[in-house]
């Protein structure tokens, strides 16, 4: 195994936590870098279901240093939880977990200002968790932000969280009609965070770096998915980072020729959390069923999936903008008993075809999308013990798959637990 960065080739919730937890086994370092705790990564061991948010579920493995990069957004509350979390189920992570310094903070101006744009001024909803990160992005970009290192410096802190306080105060008071924030209770909180997060603080990219001199073997997850990238996302219905490959060198400090492989997760069929155009999503009753058998209900907010047929376009896309070596299709599963499948292989609007996913927002939620119908396989794959012997239709359809997104099958998941797991 060289550096491999993992993403997800949808819309998220693909399943990419029990993949990177398979591959950490032969990793030193597992790396998250964008994102924040509106992501969540699960995890089955056993009988337990293990749900991470910031931290990479590489830290379930003994002896990994879990790196979170520059690139994510970290709420120190929410990190701190996760810790204590952890720690109730015997996982330690005082070795093995590090903390960019140049992470940028949520505070709770941030998860309140998230609130007041979705409610008062979208006219298109996007279906933000309200967790801040959207806002803590933006003030990153309007370098006004307030980094993980900067907690460390007493004085530079408060300079910096009195500028924000009153910025978000004028705006809450002015623009919202809302309650304005104290900034003492804010400075003394954060001091306090700080104080228990100090030990794993670093200069995440001297690590790393210094780590590929010396031949380990770094693993890179993403959250989200493509389809959610700020970038290459069904923009506006996006997160407010790079989730796909390229982020992982901007959010980490690691240079692109250093990262050697590149992995895409995508469901053997389809879902998205919240608003944003959705072509190939199922008619209610069949949405009920698969999101029955499938659990489709958000890691972080526990809300329902929309779930659709495998849609092509949007791997492929996947596959162009990753610069995907393979793909690993998970929940194959939960089609075991459908009689018949559809795979969706291009769009139609106002009488043209489109073979490749559009950038129009308006072609996205109007077009109507071109199937291929193929056999189910009416049988159990979930003991199933080697590729091979999976039922003949079943290695038809991911053979078909495969063809129209230009991308390799390398393993396929049929279960939550760790042994479901086939290579090709």
Known sequence: MSNIVIIGAQWGDEGKGKIIDILSKDADYVVRYQGGNNAGHTVVVGTDKIILHLIPSGILHKNKICVIGNGVVIDPEALISEIEYLKKRNIDVSNNLRISDKAHVIFPYHKILDKLREEKFRKIKIGTTGKGIGPCYTDKFARGGIRIGDLLNKRLFKDKLKCNVEEKNAIFSKVYKHKIYRFDKIYQQYLDFVNIIKPYICDCSVLLNEAIRKKKKILFEGAQGTLLDVDHGTYPFVTSSNSTAGGACVGSGVGPTRINKAIGIVKA????????????????????????????????????????????????????????????????????????????????????????????????????????????????????????????????????????????????????????????
């Open 269 to 424: 069929y389809t879902t998205r959390v919240g608003e944003g155009p959705f072509p190939t999503e199922f008619s209610a009753p069949l949405m009920k069923k698969i999101r029955t058998i499938g659990k489709e209900f958000g890691a972080t907010t526990g809300r329902p999936r929309r779930c659709g047929w495998f849609d092509a376009l949007v791997v492929k896309h996947a596959v162009a903008v990753n610069g995907l070596d393979g793909i690993v299709v998970t929940k194959l599963d939960v089609l075991d008993q459908m009689p018949k499948l559809k795979i969706c292989r291009g769009y139609k609007y106002k009488g043209k075809l489109y073979e490749h996913f559009p950038s129009d927002i308006e072609v996205l939620w109007k077009a109507k999308p071109v199937y291929e119908e193929w056999p189910g396989w009416l049988q159990d794959t979930t003991k199933t013990k080697k590729f091979s012997k999976l039922p003949v239709n079943a290695r038809k359809y991911l053979k078909r798959l495969s063809q129209l997104v230009g991308a390799k099958v390398e393993m396929v998941s049929i279960g939550s637990e760790r042994n479901q797991t086939l290579f090709v």
